[in-house]
């Protein structure tokens, strides 16, 4: 589909993005005092969409067969596909550890797996779910697997944003990769993981080099820390070794700064992918909103946890 086709798509989401919440918003659902008057305020609000199933469903209306969008689900998809095998493999059934909206047929999915009929999924996924099928019955390493699907999750989004893709999903495909394989090699230089563990973990991207950052982890976390606060990502890097919680953040508010680069494109299908990962990013901070009332989390907490609003 040519970028003019998308013309009427993207004055729709003009039109919805007037329905998602502003810092006054945020700031009132913050000041509320107890859940229950949280759920209320947050029901009073003129929400279009409230649903990412429900975003991913307008969206698809308009451009039902566009593959650039697609990208936005597929880290979706391979958690789908980890949850497939695993219920699989101990029998049980995998609906509940589903997380939707997702590009796969999901009894399409789970029935691949049980027959083992791999060319039924996604070209995509198809060799990670053999590999990872047989990695797992082989040596019931749930984590050794689980690394392995992430992993290929993240080199599917960067191919598939090189092959369908325009500069901005190709950058949302390498930053959403970066960020993942510094936390992954963070976590890896705590628990002290192997180098077969590493290289199995991380990713790589024009960002960050797989080989340098498997290097630094293997170095232990002051190793790695001293490698990243020599890149461009040295302060973001601070943040991870002294503040997870707002290097998340950060990460996340990164995304949307990049999304906020798209909006006001008048064609073409980057608007909607941007106000998806907008629409993404206020339901995470509901939820976090949600959590912070339900254990008496303090207001200014909580605002210090609120991602960067894209209206």
Known sequence: MSGTKYANAVAAVRAMESSLLTHNDIDQLIASRSLSEYSSALASKDRANDTLEAVWEMLRGYAPEDKELEILLYRSDFHNLKAALKAVISGREPEHYFIKPTNLDLSALTEAIRSKDYERLPEYMQKTAAEAYELLTRTL???????????????????????????????????????????????????????????????????????????????????????????????????????????????????????????????????????????????????????????????????????????
């Open 141 to 311: 390493d749930g984590q050794l697997s689980d690394s392995l699907i992430d992993t290929a999750a993240l080199n599917a989004m960067q191919e598939a944003a090189q092959k369908h893709g325009g500069s901005f999903m190709q950058q949302y495909a390498e930053l959403t990769t970066m960020y993942a394989d510094m936390k992954t090699a963070y976590r890896c230089a705590l628990m002290k993981k192997p180098r077969s563990f590493i290289e199995t973990a991380i990713c790589g991207s024009p960002e960050l080099d797989k080989d340098d950052l498997v290097r630094a982890a293997l170095e232990g976390t002051d190793g790695l820390f001293a490698y990243l606060e020599n890149t461009q990502y040295g302060d973001i890097a601070k943040l991870l070794r002294d503040d997870p919680a707002q290097f998340e953040k950060q990460c996340d508010d990164a995304i949307i700064e990049l999304a906020e680069t798209a909006r006001m494109q008048a064609f073409g299908v980057e608007p909607l992918a941007a106000y998806y990962i907008a629409k993404e990013a206020e339901i995470k901070d509901l939820r976090i909103i949600s959590v912070c009332k339900e254990s008496g989390t303090d207001n200014e907490t909580i605002t210090e946890r609120m991602r960067r609003l894209y209206v």
